[in-house]
């Protein structure tokens, strides 16, 4: 079964709105958690790393403003798609660190499809 | 910094082959390698890991070979089934601070 799990698998919404992604460790504490986006037939690309307590580290061309993630527990983080445009439509991804195990394993993905 | 591929390299090969699949990475201070499977509309799925102090590593069905002198990957699949086909990722980290995707080989098995 999921270790990682991620919530909404899909969600539509009008341009302008706010969505927030979670994700969330099922059965291990998770430090560290990664966000991605995929475009169609493309790799993953990193967004952020995600550790819990502290602020969120983003990768260059990455707006924090527009994607706010908060990691506030050690099984849950949060990405929040703010005014969301129809660029932003993608399929988002998390991974969990677990340290115990010392693997990392993904969420489902998250389809966002912006209206 | 992460790559991405517009093109994913198409492997094709018959039912019951062995498969390998081929990753280069680009930085020297990594240390730890996945390879995941992502079926269409899925998320990555683990297949196997390896740390920059090994070689090789087997698990089910899987090999992974790494070369640290040319930087390079390589996932081996034995008696490749049709379940198998999916587009497969290797990934390249370094003490789980940054964690970069390379840009995807797509695997056809032909029944």
């Known amino acids: 079964g999921a270790v990682v799990s991620q919530h909404p698998s899909w969600v539509i919404c009008k341009s302008g709105t706010s969505v927030k992604i979670e994700c969330r460790s099922l059965?291990?504490?998770?430090?560290?958690m990664f966000w991605y986006r995929q475009f169609p037939k493309q790799s993953l690309m990193l967004m952020a790393t995600?550790?819990?307590?502290?602020?969120?580290?983003?990768e260059q061309g990455v707006e924090k403003d527009k994607f706010l993630i908060n990691h506030a527990s050690l099984t849950l983080s949060t990405l929040t798609v703010t005014s969301a445009h129809p660029e932003d439509s993608s399929f988002y991804i998390c991974?969990?660190?677990?340290?115990?195990?010392?693997?990392?394993?993904f969420g489902e993905g998250s389809w966002l499809t912006v209206v | 910094g992460e790559s991405v591929g517009l093109h994913l390299p198409t492997l094709s090969v018959q039912e019951g082959d062995n498969s390998i699949i081929n990753c280069a990475y680009s930085?020297?201070?990594?240390?730890?390698f996945i390879w995941y499977k992502q079926e269409s509309g899925k998320g990555p799925q683990f297949i196997i890991d390896?740390?920059?102090?090994?070689d090789k590593r087997q698990g089910q069905r899987v090999t992974v070979l790494l070369n640290k002198t040319v930087k390079h990957l390589s996932l081996q699949i034995a008696a490749t089934q049709p379940g198998d086909s999916a587009v497969y990722f290797c990934?390249?980290?370094?003490?789980?601070?940054?964690?970069?995707f390379g840009s995807g080989t797509k695997l056809n098995v032909k029944p």
């Open positions: 930085n020297s201070a990594s240390d730890y």
């Open positions: 059965d291990f504490q998770a430090t560290t």
């Open positions: 991974s969990a660190y677990r340290v115990n195990g010392n693997t990392i394993y």
């Open positions: 995600s550790n819990e307590g502290s602020k969120a580290t983003y």
């Open positions: 390896i740390r920059s102090n090994m």
């Open positions: 990934a390249e980290g370094d003490n789980f601070n940054i964690f970069y």
